[in-house]
């Protein structure tokens, strides 16, 4: 068998492929049973097909590539507004179970990552300087009537940091 027709079986196995309907091509890629149980909202439905780099699940439909959670929702509730995003109530980026889907807005969404403590902070924010620890002393040294310019020598820190965390602009999670 030549490569040539090798690549017309292929091409048309895919455009047979391509003319399921596109809820069927999507449910087939979604295992039902084994995902993680959330202790509040029940057992994930994951999406067991490519996934982008940062771990959402990818779908095609109509030659573009869309987060499979979306496409949940959509051939579930319908078109998802401009100013919506679809947010997991499992916070499982592979999840496509309608029921922990909900529609928020940006803000939305920050509050619910905030909330479940899921954001970048302090040490966790990966060009971080400092850390808990230090931040811990640095603070206890003000409360000890240190100014920025000593503890900056004392402890080898920016200045500005010093002010910052005096300030409560930064480390306000750290007591």
């Not at 048309?12 to 449910?27: D, S």
Request: aromatic share 6%; charged share 30%.
């Amino acid at each position: 068998m030549t490569p040539y027709v090798r690549t017309n079986e292929i091409r048309a196995k895919i455009a047979a492929a391509l003319t399921k309907p596109v809820e069927q091509r999507f449910w087939s890629k979604v295992d039902k049973d084994n995902g993680p149980v959330h202790p509040e909202h029940g057992r994930c439905w994951v999406w067991t097909a490519a996934l982008f780099s940062n771990g959402y699940g990818v779908f095609g439909v109509a030659h573009k590539n869309k987060r499979s959670h979306r496409v949940s929702w959509e051939l579930i509730n319908g078109s998802i507004p401009s100013d919506m995003r679809v947010l997991h109530k499992c916070d499982n980026p592979r999840c496509v179970r309608p029921e922990h889907l909900f529609l928020g807005t940006d803000r939305d969404n920050a509050a619910d990552r905030c909330s479940k403590g899921r954001q970048a902070r302090g040490q966790r924010i990966g060009r971080a300087i400092l850390n808990d620890e230090l931040v811990a002393k640095i603070k206890q040294l003000l409360r000890d009537g240190l100014g920025g310019t000593d503890i900056q020598e004392l402890l080898g820190v920016d200045r500005e940091n010093v002010y910052n965390i005096k300030r409560g602009m930064c480390w306000r999670h750290v007591a």
